[in-house]
């Protein structure tokens, strides 16, 4: 017996494939920029199936991101939010908890991200704090 929950799943499914596979509507900019495109080319295949080549470039960069987790041991250790981007910080210190909530929040708003988006995600969170300090910003600044 079929219940509601498992009719909305299928209709998810499906819009997602319709999607997918019917690409850019006519008369939207991708559409428009894929028609100038010569026909056998990147630009115009990924304007016409922007969501197509979006999965067709998450699975040609997985053994890039497996190999990037590798190579920082964060398969075996975890990530260690002490010392990340050459930054190291105490555990009760305003940066360390900024990585850390920063990382629930990731998890909260998207329950499906990996290690990957997390690593991604403390890349740019020390790129943050080193603009910030080789610009002398205060944090209120940065919020403002």
Known sequence: ????????????????????????????????ASTWAPLFSVQRWSCRYPLLYE?????CNAPRRILGLHEIGA???GIDLQVWGGRECRAGDAEYRSRSEGIQNL????PWAGLSDVVT?????????????????KPKQIAE
Do not use: I, Y
């Open 121 to 137: 995600f403390l890349e740019g969170h020390a790129w943050g704090v080193e603009f910030a300090a080789h610009n002398q910003c």
């Open 55 to 59: 999965l067709w470039c998450e699975l």
């Open 75 to 77: 398969e075996d250790n």
């Open 1 to 32: 017996m079929s219940t509601h929950s498992d009719r909305d799943w299928l209709s998810e499914r499906r819009s997602f494939l319709a999607a997918l596979l019917l690409g850019a509507p006519r008369g939207s900019l991708c559409h428009q």
């Open 107 to 110: 998890q909260k708003r998207r």
